[in-house]
């Protein structure tokens, strides 16, 4: 799917970027079933009906937080690094994209005034969810993909 990147660093998955321009009727899902977010879209005609349903108890074990961004306005450049703290490269997003954030580490830099929407799982562990480090200088930034 050419509106769909899964980025991928050696064989580990960090990132499912969704396009804005991505459309496709049905359902789609773009994670796969063992990641602890899932991430699909929708597409349905009008009249189309959707069964009630509730959600039933189910114990998970989730190890580390994923996070889901949805950008409504602006731009947004995503560094990707690995868990050791070195920079690989980074994407671009713009309104109506989408990103599942699946593993390694991430650093964001805002090029357009943005809005967006941030979804991951709780309860939220306040600073010890995460660990910071100091972000890579501007001049060894990689952008790959489409520039918006």
Known sequence: ???????RFGEQLYAIIVRASFREPGITFFSSP???????FMSHPQGKSIA??????VTREVHFTQEVLLIQKGKL???????A???LES???????IILLCSGAHGFHVIEPIEMFEIKQGPYAGENDKTRFPEVSAS??????PAL
């Open 34 to 40: 063992e990641l602890s977010q899932q991430l699909a």
């Open 140 to 145: 060894e930034i990689r952008v790959k993909g």
């Open 77 to 83: 450049q995503v560094d990707f690094y690995t868990e």
């Open 91 to 97: 994407r671009m997003l713009g309104a109506g994209d």
């Open 52 to 57: 009630p349903h509730r959600h039933n108890k």
């Open 85 to 87: 703290e070195e920079y």
């Open 1 to 7: 799917m050419e509106h769909v990147e899964h980025v």
